[in-house]
């Protein structure tokens, strides 16, 4: 179907456009729609939002699970779905019936491509609209998406194998006070590997090389730097890792991405976030990149003045509304370009934190890889299942920390007040806890060997590939602000 949208007002069109999409969806019939809808956002360039971005988001909300395409400036975005179906989506408890990964509700099937340099304020558009005569409830991830990586799923084939002699990339994003530094540095240093990353003292950087190659099979502050920016997010990332590498190796390659995270509980994240900053830390250096350019001050306005925010009350940490502690992990997730960056003009507040959530969740569940600071073992176990690499020594499990101690030691208020300004993150957690458990109860089910594995993770003979020196055992509470 083709069909042309006036830019201020619904016609006919409209209506009989609607109306082939509710038909469509009432017999099971996909189809595709070409259309110059004339659609305005932010999101993809414009200066205002308009009626028709509205009318599609209502199409949305009546489980059309409507797609719509966007010429997105500096950055290729195609087949979006509805992502806010991951809000309202329902995972079985672990263990439970059907909860394994053989049901495909989150399987994601994405295709790299290069960024393209067009922008149009209303561009052309194109909506797909398909159901499940079996399943109507099962969310579609068929999503292109700019440097996206591969999937979860994508990986789960028995005959999958990471290959670091050819163009594979782990590419690591490090959300602050999640125990990324720990687990950066079991990349390069405790990997049991053909050739081990050389590290140096003196820099703290490692260069993690392909056997048979200078190319970097990692992409982490540890192995490449900050070469996206400091403490760089998904919408970051999926932008400039294509561009760095090649930029680095000084050519163009064809590379399978695979992105992998950290995710901690996210009370205990955000009061660690406080002592950190309260002590000097600020990432001042953060770019904050989206759609071609920062996020301005008057988008992000600073909460302090001088150059840091030392000896920080809590309630003044908690009270200032730019402060980018709350909701950190859903928004270092979330595709931004989705909710007009940083700019929180460009729709209601309900309806950004909605699809930001929703944005993030889809990510999470896309990735190849995540773990959760307090499950260290299990996280540790899915990472070598997943790639087919091991590590060479143990994950350790710190269950008491000092921010665990902090959290107890709040009043209920102030409590309850932390826990309003990361509701989101609260949720995605749950949701990413959900999701952990099915995984590693899927790979359990394939493993014949899994008592004596789990066992004896990283307890492999001998450290082959293992850098041996000591960094500093107090980086993740230095005052240094690029970590």
């Not at 989150?106 to 960024?115: C, L, P």
């Not at 990997?191 to 490692?206: F, T, V």
């Not at 509304?321 to 370009?337: F, G, I, K, P, V």
Request: proline letters at 3%; glycine letters at 6%; one cysteine or more.
């Amino acid at each position: 179907m083709s069909a042309y949208l006036s830019h201020d007002r619904p016609t006919s069109v409209q209506d009989r456009l609607c109306k082939a999409v509710r038909e469509a969806h009432s017999k099971g019939f996909p189809i595709i729609i070409e259309a110059d809808a004339n659609a305005h956002h932010t999101a993809w360039g414009s200066t205002d939002i308009n009626s028709m971005f509205t009318t599609k988001i209502t199409l949305s909300k009546e489980n059309l699970q409507l797609l719509t395409v966007c010429a997105l400036s500096k950055r290729g975005m195609m087949l979006q779905p509805d992502i806010l179906a991951y809000n309202e989506a329902i995972m079985p408890p672990p263990g439970a019936a059907g909860s394994g990964l053989a049901n495909n509700a989150f399987s994601g099937h994405q295709y790299k491509h290069h960024q393209t340099g067009s922008s149009s304020s209303s561009g052309s558009a194109l909506a797909l609209a398909s159901t499940s005569a079996n399943n109507a409830k099962s969310i579609q991830q068929n999503v292109i998406l700019a440097n996206a990586g591969l999937s979860y799923e994508d990986v789960l084939n028995d005959d999958f194998q990471f290959d670091m002699d050819g163009h594979d990339v782990m590419v690591f994003l490090h959300i602050q006070k999640t125990g990324g530094t720990s687990f950066g540095r079991h990349l390069v240093r405790d990997l049991d590997l053909k050739r081990p990353c050389e590290c140096q003292r003196q820099r703290k950087r490692c260069y993690c090389f392909r056997p048979h190659r200078n190319e970097n099979w990692l992409f982490s502050r540890y192995s490449t730097g900050w070469k996206c920016g400091l403490h760089a997010d998904w919408t970051e990332l999926t932008s400039c890792v294509d561009i760095e590498l090649d930029k680095n190796e000084g050519e163009t390659a064809k590379r399978r991405y695979f992105y992998i995270t950290l995710l901690r509980e996210p009370i205990s994240r955000y009061m660690s976030e406080y002592r950190h900053v309260r002590r000097g830390a600020t990432w001042k250096g953060s770019r904050h990149w989206c759609l071609g350019r920062q996020a301005t001050a008057a988008e992000l306005p600073p909460c302090y003045s001088g150059k840091d925010w030392l000896d920080v009350d809590l309630n003044e940490f908690a009270a200032c509304e730019s402060n980018l502690a709350a909701n950190r992990q859903t928004r270092m997730l979330a595709d931004l370009a989705l909710v007009g960056c940083y700019n929180k003009t460009a729709m209601p507040a309900h309806e950004r934190d909605r699809v930001m959530l929703a944005s993030a969740k889809r990510n999470l569940a896309a990735m190849a890889y995540f773990g959760l600071t307090e499950y260290q073992k299990m996280s540790q176990y899915i990472f070598e299942e997943t790639f087919n690499l091991r590590f060479a020594i143990p994950f350790e499990q710190h269950n008491t920390t000092i921010s665990a101690t902090a959290v107890n030691n709040l009043r209920p208020d102030q409590k309850k007040r932390i826990e309003e300004l990361n509701s989101l993150d609260i949720e995605l957690y749950a949701f990413a806890k959900n999701l952990l458990f099915q995984r590693f109860e899927h790979l359990k089910a394939k493993d014949t060997d899994f008592e004596k594995r789990f066992a004896n993770l990283g307890n492999i003979y001998y450290k082959q590939g293992v850098t041996e020196f000591n960094w500093d055992s107090n980086i993740d509470e230095a005052l240094s602000s690029d970590h």
